[in-house]
């Protein structure tokens, strides 16, 4: 979603507002920030981090325990940012999908949508500084001295 990554905006818009499941993957986090539309009268939708799934299978049986009131979706739809987690409030994909979680009525999802924003930002802070550190990293070659 950065412009030095050619992505085309309008089709990540669509994804945005008529998919019923999305999983947003960024180059600085391994997390996913997996958003699901389905909302009732008592559950709004939902808009998490959560772990790298190693396969299809594996994030529908994640979406199965986190949301077992509703059913399976048929698609999860994803979207690759490029960059950083902010790419998404700067090219409008965050304007997006807030419209789409406040038209569930659900009080008090916008103070959980914008707990999960910081979220991420935190969480690639982190990994940012762990990148820094080499916590968490290998050298791809040692310099001989």
Same mark, same amino acid.
């Given at each position: ?64 325990? /986190?949301?077992?009131? =509703? %059913?399976?979706? $048929?698609? !999860?739809?994803? @979207? ?32 959980? /949508?914008?707990?999960? =924003? %910081?979220?991420? $930002?935190? !969480?690639?802070? @982190? ?19």
């Amino acid at each position: 979603m950065d412009m030095d990554s050619p992505i085309n905006l309008r089709a990540v818009f669509e994804v945005i507002d008529s998919a019923e499941v999305i999983t947003f993957r960024f180059v600085t986090t391994p997390h996913r920030l997996l958003f699901d539309t389905c909302h009732n009268e008592t559950e709004g939708p939902l808009l998490r981090l959560v772990p790298r799934a190693a396969s299809p299978e594996e994030r529908l049986k994640t979406i199965k325990q /986190t949301r077992p009131l =509703f %059913r399976l979706p $048929e698609k !999860i739809s994803s @979207v690759w940012c490029a960059k950083h987690v902010h790419s998404l409030a700067d090219f409008g994909a965050w304007d997006h999908i807030l419209p789409r979680i406040g038209a569930s009525g659900v009080s008090q999802i916008a103070d959980r /949508t914008a707990d999960a =924003f %910081r979220e991420m $930002e935190f !969480i690639e802070r @982190v990994e940012t500084y762990n990148a820094i550190t080499g916590a968490g990293y290998h050298d791809l070659w040692v310099r001989a001295c």
